[in-house]
């Protein structure tokens, strides 16, 4: 009897890491929403776009830890940029 689960199932690894990945996504979009200038603010979610698309066929978990890491380095420095110029 063969399996009725799609061969592209996740193990529960791969899910989770893919839960972080689509929550950064999320988060970064929410914080562009607070970027002032609206020629920077749309660059950026065009950046921020692209770069996750470029990267959405990886599937090594560290490289995709990796890219994890700077990209909630970057967000948090955003953050930082974005409260400081609100001050």
């Known amino acids: 009897m063969a399996s009725k689960l799609p061969k ?7 899910f989770l890491l893919r839960q972080e990945v689509l929550k ?15 020629k920077t603010r749309l660059e950026l ?3 921020a776009r692209v770069d996750f698309k470029n990267n959405k066929h990886h599937t090594d978990e560290s490289a995709i830890k ?7 380095k970057s967000l948090k420095d955003l953050q930082r940029t ?6």
């Open 24 to 38: 950064l996504y999320r988060d970064i979009f929410k914080t562009l929403r607070k970027v002032p200038d609206e």
């Open 82 to 87: 974005l409260a400081l110029s609100e001050s």
């Open 8 to 14: 592209t199932t996740l193990n529960l690894k791969q």
């Open 45 to 47: 979610r065009d950046w």
């Open 66 to 72: 990796s890219m994890l890491h700077y990209g909630k």
